[in-house]
């Protein structure tokens, strides 16, 4: 079964800073999706950014964009120029690639509270 | 274009009840799915329906079953509440299963079970 785990309960950041959000994963596919969403106080999860697994090149959006490294299984999270806005509970997210039962099922990490000192 | 809509927000049920969820996908959407988010925890995976069939589903008891409706929309059905039942219940919906563009997530319904 996949895992994804995430070490950091809380963290911190001054606004305009930079910080970064780890994430480790364990699987024993090759065909896979990851996923970093965030959840504000008002509980929707929002998608911040999404890689594909055979892809080699680091996905980003804005000034969120993710250090993949694959043969670690390690997938974390860099927030450029943070933003009072960011502050929520950042989620880590697996999802396998196509095909058998429970395609499309998200395996969630136990998530980051990330706090942005003004 | 409409997000997901979940209902109710909230609900306060004794322990034994019964409860139904509900939960209406983005428009264009076939796919939802269902997690429990327990406080402070993240979401796990109850199940997924495509197209009004289950497809998947996680390490859940039969009392948890759902269904979906030709308009996608779907219910998320609790039967026999116990005090571990209590938390945030989050429905997504999506293009497809496994869809590339990732997942709609709704506000969710907190259940507090007393």
């Known amino acids: 079964a996949q895992t994804v785990t995430q070490s950091q309960p809380e963290m911190s950041v001054q606004e305009a800073e930079t910080v970064t959000l780890s994430c480790t994963y364990d699987?024993?596919?090759?065909?896979?999706?990851l996923f970093w969403y965030k959840q504000p106080p008002s509980r929707q999860m929002i998608l911040v950014i999404r890689?594909?697994?055979?892809?080699?090149q680091n996905a980003t959006e804005n000034r969120f964009s993710v250090n993949f490294q694959k043969a670690a299984k390690s997938f974390s999270l860099k927030i450029s120029d943070s933003q009072l806005g960011d502050a929520a509970m950042y989620f880590c997210?697996?999802?396998?690639?196509?095909?058998?039962?429970?395609?499309?099922?998200?395996?969630f990490g136990q998530g980051t509270i990330l706090t942005v000192h003004p | 274009e409409t997000g997901v809509t979940q209902s109710p927000t909230h609900l306060i049920k004794t322990r034994g009840q019964q409860v139904t969820l509900r939960c209406s996908s983005q428009?264009?959407?076939?796919?939802v799915s269902w997690y429990q988010q327990a406080l402070g925890q993240g979401p796990q995976f109850i199940f997924q329906?495509?197209?009004?069939?289950?497809?998947g589903r996680g390490n859940f008891p039969p009392r948890f079953s759902g269904l979906q409706f030709p308009n996608y929309s779907s219910e998320l059905n609790v039967n026999a509440l116990e005090l571990d039942d209590s938390a945030l219940y989050l429905c997504?919906?999506?293009?497809?299963?496994?869809?590339?563009?990732?997942?709609?997530f709704g506000s969710g319904t907190r259940l507090t079970v007393v």
């Open positions: 997210a697996y999802r396998r690639g196509k095909g058998g039962t429970s395609y499309g099922k998200l395996t």
């Open positions: 997504a919906s999506s293009l497809f299963a496994g869809s590339n563009y990732g997942y709609t």
């Open positions: 329906y495509y197209r009004e069939e289950e497809n």
């Open positions: 428009s264009g959407h076939n796919t």
């Open positions: 890689q594909e697994a055979y892809k080699q």
């Open positions: 699987t024993s596919e090759s065909d896979y999706y």
